[in-house]
């Protein structure tokens, strides 16, 4: 069985913990019953994966195949990552989504998305990658005692995602740590109707308006701050034509929503003026967590 899973961009600014979507920037996992366990790793931070004594997909997926099936049968997994890690495009969630999935088809009992979503709510508690990691697409995640309740919408073929992938990682439950815990009621009400604007417009496909209403003052700036050339990354991107121009999740990546015929402008600019970071034009994925037996 082959499994893969895509990579996510949270929030988008303002949608703290509430909006996502899904990249076609995917994982690949092969998983085949076995005599005995083995574990091949390659593609993206692969020396590091191969270095933990813990395997973070395996855990999970073991954990899931035995309260399913009562057993502890023996696999050969084989990852080829294309997600890199600790960079703001939902690399754990991927790997949550998968192993769950994974683990309720080798056990072959049926399941809905739905379930995937919340049982992996109990590995990561935020839902806005956990849901297009799931769906694919543009999706909205409210999470309310303890379930999430999601809609998704279709991400139209016309729009390209320019990610600007720095080389430094930033670990998601530390950058957290570091965010103020009270906000001002007129910030609230920022990124209260700036996340609204952005819902709207994904929904109703009036993507023009993102120009002017994604604003954030709950976590991007005090991020940002960790890498001041990602400012430079937002000027440059918007001033090119990028209808927003965003913190992809926790950082570092920057994340940049553009009309595919300005997408190489874009790009190139970016390109031309980060040298050491890795600028890639992506499309989106509307199909999330996909199984091929
Ligand atoms: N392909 C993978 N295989 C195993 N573990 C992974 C993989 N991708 C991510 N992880 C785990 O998730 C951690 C990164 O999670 P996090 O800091 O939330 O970053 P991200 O923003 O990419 O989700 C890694 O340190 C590792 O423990
Ligand atoms: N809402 C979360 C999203 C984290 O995304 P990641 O891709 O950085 O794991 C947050 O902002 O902390």
């Given amino acids: 069985m082959v499994i893969t899973v895509p990579a996510t961009s949270a929030n988008l600014g303002p949608g703290f913990d509430t909006l996502g979507l899904a990249l076609n920037l995917r994982n690949e996992i092969e998983i085949k019953p076995s005599n005995i366990t083995s574990i091949e790793i ?51 969630s991927a790997v949550i989504v998968a192993a769950i999935t994974a683990a ?76 103020k815990s009270h906000y001002p009621l007129k910030d609230v009400v920022t990124n209260i109707s700036s996340t609204a604007m952005i819902t709207a417009a994904f929904f109703s496909e009036k993507f023009d308006i993102l120009k002017y209403i994604v604003e954030d003052k709950i976590h991007q700036e005090n991020r940002m701050k960790l890498m001041p050339e990602l400012f430079r990354v937002r000027e440059i991107a918007l001033r090119e034509g990028a209808l927003m121009s965003t913190l992809s999740g926790s950082g570092s990546t920057f994340f940049n929503l553009a009309y595919k015929d300005d997408a190489y402008n874009i790009y190139s600019a970016l390109k031309d003026n980060f040298k050491d970071f890795n600028v890639k034009i992506l499309y989106f994925d509307n199909v999330g967590v996909k199984v091929y037996n």
């Fill in 104 to 179: 309720y088809e080798m056990a072959q009992v049926p399941y809905k998305k739905d379930k995937i979503i919340n049982l992996a709510l109990n590995y990561e508690p935020h839902p806005d990658n956990i849901t297009p990691a799931t769906l694919g697409g543009f999706c909205v995640a409210k999470l309310k005692k303890n379930r999430v309740y999601f809609l998704k919408k279709f991400i139209p073929t016309n729009l390209r995602a320019i990610v600007v992938i720095p080389n430094k990682p930033v670990s998601t439950a530390k950058s957290r740590n570091s965010l």
């Fill in 42 to 92: 390659y593609g993206e931070n692969a020396e590091y994966l191969r270095s933990l004594k813990r395997n973070f997909f395996v855990e999970i997926f073991s954990d899931i195949y035995k309260n399913l099936t009562g057993k502890e049968d023996k696999f050969s997994f084989k990852f080829n990552n294309k997600i890199p890690l600790s960079r703001g495009l939902g690399s754990s």
